[in-house]
């Protein structure tokens, strides 16, 4: 069975190509970013909204405690440091704001990609108004590049959403200061909109205005499209088809919301409103993350806060990624009523979609109302953004905007000569050990330095399996810890040793009947100690955060190995070597002869079975 | 015979319970001096706790302990020096004003930057309230979860005995770090929590084998409760100094680099708490958390009664005294 468990971890360390452990932001230095709060009026955001924000990133960078991810407040800034280069992606994800709503599809609609490609293709300069008005069936963006005055005018109520999107990509025009380009990002949350924006950005002389409309937008995030929205008017009023056309029901539907509709172009991953913050008690008008519908969608009957828990996992039977969703007791009425609600519909009000950050990640057919609280939202997930997704859900979502106002990456704090000196401190001290097990209790040394020597074994290919497959990462402290509990993994030995003298002492036994009536005396001891420290370890693991709870995670690793080796290897070994004359005579280097050990026959009375 | 056949054989016998007022007051003296240190110096935070100063700045051709050296050299105590790119980011502690300014033109200075281009920025905790107060209740909950289990797998008063040693440890080797000014970091910390659960540990075993011999006792023991667990005491005595031994010989190896070799850094910082706790450790499990545990058990009726029957009889008057004594010299 040992062998089995070195096996395992041996080949999975052997299959993924790891060999080494993953180190913490200490050893291995990081990324480090500043997310700055979008507010209005760039006033300071509440320092409690602040806190919140920061304890629910820290959840989720951090989430199982063992990331070694840090996360400070800075001023109004948060600064996120993760151990590893290139996590800026993963900050990303992170950094964003995770609003999930369930909102039934009233109406949707397919987006011409052919056309659009058309239109975009060529004329990459497709203007920030081109892509504003609707997804159907227009002329290329020629008309409103060369009437580029666009004029902050009207649709500002029926196309707030839309144009949020739009007045976006004005502003990262690379000819303006970079202190511009950055609020234009203010507004744009993934890396398609800076890549669609940059193509935009070699627009045209209009863009000032619309400039000044994204830097309004970026300061002003809740009003977006309520003021200053640039639409042009030319291509805004201009070629919209009429519900009917679209083969759409207007019933039910707030004319408002199916204007914006009918205007929505997902083609252009800029307008698709990633990071808009959808009024869950509002109608809305959303596009497919990649753009191959457009939705009109009821008011959300149930949104994030009604999940309860969330974990990533592979549907049962398939190899597709989904987030499994727990809602909490409200949640799942209301969940259950939504259900029962589509289910009882026609095409395509038989669909709820899954909007998260304002676009629409999935819209399934609802084959049968959904009771007890449970679902599942599929998407092209693969295990990491899947892992993401569940982590931002359960943990919450952020009650502020975020921009990422500085990506650094960052040496270590410690030098590597401080883990060298761990590293050889260890092992000079672990020699240490294995010489005064050898001279104090000889022939048995070797069994305790065998069993530390396993109990080595499997602590490094845990770590390391752990490091590649749960992002368990060491820091200095951690390694120190190991070292330290591989020492008090001795003590387990020790117990048992003495014990096994005790009998002997006693000189009623013999050597093979001693080692099993001291095993179960020991036994107790040693799981009774051993329960203390996992007990530790759990507490400390659930309810502390960051440090503590990676700290104590290493603890209660350290704990099981120290069972499992004691249990499956030295007892077994032990026994094994009672059998051995070399032992079983007491051999004066087995470490058990009568002689050294008491002069057993001489009736003293001390040993405290006798008491 | 000498001292290490008889550790060897298991045949010491040194009366540790009865020496119980020796104990008492040596640890209350220490707890006293620990406390006031903790009210008089304090813990000296490290920014990690406190939040600090960050300064960023690019200096290509500098090397980390040229860096360090300059902002220490300017007033900071704590920097901790990070390569971000091709430039620096240094954090030290919350600096005054002055200070600030100091260390800002010497970098100018010394690396040949303009002023402006050094950015200084004030950081929050990283182990803020939130961390610092989760940890607190970890631990609360921790010590009320061992007392539970430790009341079910021993007795309630075992349980207590062992909290009250716990955090007799705890509360000295932090006050050593009150008194020495040594930088409490995040290392430290969790090189208390490793205490927590070494101290926790030693007790444990002696008090299962404490458990195993007091079980004995009956009307008609010869023993008193003192006696007992004196005997089982100096029965584990071997057990405990090994296992202590073996414990701090990693733990002294890595405090001797870490101070000798490289100065100070985490290595220090959190062997230094992993060697204080675990030498109190072993120390408060033989002779505060026993004799404390005797003097408790000693006031039930039970042990009283054998007590009181071992004195009238002369069999073991004052305790475990004179056995011991008996025992020591034969």
Redesign the interface.
């Known amino acids: 069975m040992l062998v089995a468990l070195i096996l395992a971890l041996g080949g999975t360390m052997f299959l993924q190509k790891a060999y080494t452990p993953k180190l913490g932001l200490d050893l291995a230095g990081g990324t480090t970013v500043t997310l700055s709060p979008v507010t209005q009026n760039n006033a300071a955001p509440p320092e409690e909204i602040l806190d919140r924000a920061v304890n629910i990133i820290r959840d989720r960078v951090n989430g199982t405690g063992i990331s070694d991810a840090e996360v400070a407040k800075s001023g109004d800034n948060i600064i996120i440091s993760i151990p590893g280069v290139g996590q800026s992606e993963a900050i990303k994800l992170v950094a964003t704001t995770a609003e999930l709503r369930f909102r039934q599809v009233l109406a949707m609609a397919p987006t011409q990609v052919p056309q659009e490609l058309a239109t975009n293709a060529p004329t990459p300069t497709a203007s920030p108004t081109g892509s504003a008005p609707d997804g159907s069936a227009r002329p290329s963006a020629e008309p409103s590049a060369s009437q580029p005055s666009a004029s902050p005018t009207g649709k500002a109520l029926s196309s707030a959403l839309t144009n949020g999107a739009s007045a976006k990509s004005p502003a990262a025009d690379p000819t303006e200061p970079p202190a511009q380009g950055r609020n234009g990002q203010n507004t744009g949350q993934n890396a398609g909109q800076g890549k669609t924006r940059g193509e935009n950005a070699d627009a045209d002389q209009g863009q000032k205005n619309a400039q000044n409309a994204g830097q309004n937008n970026a300061r002003g995030q809740n009003q977006k499209g309520q003021n200053a929205t640039p639409t042009p008017s030319p291509t805004g009023q201009s070629g919209t088809p009429s519900p009917e056309e679209l083969g759409i029901d207007p019933n039910g539907i707030d004319p408002a919301v199916l204007q914006q509709f009918n205007k929505l172009d997902c083609a252009n991953p800029a307008n698709r409103g990633q990071g808009v913050q959808d009024d869950p008690n509002k109608q809305y008008a959303a596009c497919e993350t990649d753009g191959s519908f457009k939705y009109v969608l009821d008011v959300a009957k149930v949104v994030g806060t009604d999940i309860d828990t969330a974990s990533a996992g592979v549907r049962q039977g398939t190899i597709e990624w989904v987030v499994q969703l727990d809602f909490k007791s409200n949640g799942a009425t209301a969940w259950g009523k939504l259900t029962q609600e589509a289910y009882n519909s026609p095409e395509p009000r038989n669909k709820v979609a899954v909007v998260l950050d304002g676009v629409v990640i999935t819209a399934p057919n609802i084959i049968s109302p959904i009771p007890g609280g449970r679902a599942e939202i599929t998407g092209g997930f693969d295990q990491a953004s899947a892992t993401t997704l569940a982590d931002q859900l359960k943990y919450g979502a952020l009650p502020l905007k975020f921009n990422r106002s500085s990506v650094d990456t960052v040496s270590s704090t410690l030098g590597q000569d401080q883990l060298e000196g761990g590293l050889i401190a260890g092992l000079i001290g672990l020699a240490l050990v294995v010489v005064y097990c050898l001279l104090y209790y000889r022939g048995l040394g070797i069994v305790a330095v065998l069993s530390l020597v396993v109990a080595t074994v499997i602590t490094y290919t845990s770590v390391v399996v752990l490091g590649h497959n749960a992002g368990f990462r060491l820091s200095l402290p951690h390694i120190i810890g190991l070292v330290v509990s591989i020492g008090i993994t001795a003590d387990s030995f020790i117990v048992y040793f003495e014990r096994i003298r005790d009998e002997m002492k006693e000189g009623r036994r013999t050597l093979r009947a001693a080692v099993e009536v001291a095993w179960v005396r020991a036994r107790r001891t040693i799981l009774i100690a051993d329960a203390v420290m996992f007990i530790a370890a759990i507490v400390l693991y659930f309810l502390a955060v960051g440090g503590v709870a990676g700290f104590a995670f290493a603890m209660g690793l350290t704990t099981l190995i120290d069972i499992v080796v004691v249990f499956l290897f030295t007892k077994p070994f032990i026994a094994v070597l009672a059998k051995l004359k070399f032992f079983a005579k007491g051999h004066p280097l087995s470490g058990l002869d009568a002689e050294r050990m008491s002069d057993a026959h001489s009736g003293r009375t001390t040993t405290p079975q006798e008491a | 015979m000498g001292l290490g056949r008889r550790l ?4 010491i ?1 040194v009366d540790f319970v009865g020496k119980w007022r020796l104990w008492y007051s040596l640890s209350g003296i220490l707890l006293l001096i620990s406390i006031l240190g903790l009210l008089i110096n304090g813990l000296n935070l490290g920014v990690e706790f406190r ?1 600090g100063t ?1 300064f960023s700045f690019k200096a290509p051709q500098a090397t ?1 302990e040229q860096v360090r050296e300059t902002v220490i050299g300017e007033g900071a105590h704590q920097a ?6 091709d430039g620096w ?1 240094v954090t030290t502690e919350n600096l005054a004003e002055n200070t600030t300014t100091q260390v800002q033109s010497e970098i100018a200075k010394e690396y040949n930057v303009p002023v402006g281009q050094i950015s200084i ?8 309230g ?2 610092s107060q ?2 607190w ?3 609360g ?2 010590m009320l ?2 007392i539970l ?2 009341s079910m ?1 021993f007795e309630p008063k075992m349980a207590l005995s062992a909290i009250v040693a716990l955090i007799h440890d705890l509360v000295i080797t932090a006050g050593i770090y009150a008194w020495s000014g040594f930088e409490v970091t ?2 430290t ?3 208390f ?2 205490i ?3 101290s ?2 030693d007790a ?2 002696v008090f ?2 404490i458990k ?2 007091t079980a ?2 009956g009307h008609t ?1 010869k ?1 008193t409760y003192s006696m ?1 667990a004196n ?2 005491l ?3 005595l ?2 405990s100094l ?2 202590s ?10 405090l ?3 101070t000798t ?2 100065g100070a ?3 220090k910082d ?2 230094l708490a ?1 060697f204080v706790g675990m030498i109190v450790g072993t120390y408060s499990s033989i002779c505060v958390a026993t004799p404390l545990l005797v003097t408790l058990k000693e006031r039930e009726p039970k042990y009283q009664a054998i007590a009181r029957r071992l004195a009238s009889t002369g069999g073991g008057k004052g305790g475990g005294n004179k056995k011991s004594a008996a ?1 020591a010299n034969g």
Do not use: C
Request: no cysteine; hydrophobic share 55%.
């Open positions: 060897y054989r298991g045949e016998d939040g960050v980390v901790i020096v990070q390569s971000a790119g980011r920025q004030s950081i929050g905790p990283s182990w803020g939130e961390v989760k940890a209740i970890g631990l909950v921790f979860a061992i289990y430790l797998a995040p290392a910390l969790l090189g929590l490793t927590l659960g070494y926790l540990y444990v075993v299962d084998m195993e011999v004995k006792l023991s023993q007992a005997n089982a100096n029965h584990t071997i057990r090994n296992t031994l073996v414990a701090i010989l990693p733990v002294a190896a890595i001797f680099i870490g070799l490289l850094g985490t290595l959190l062997s992993l025992v």
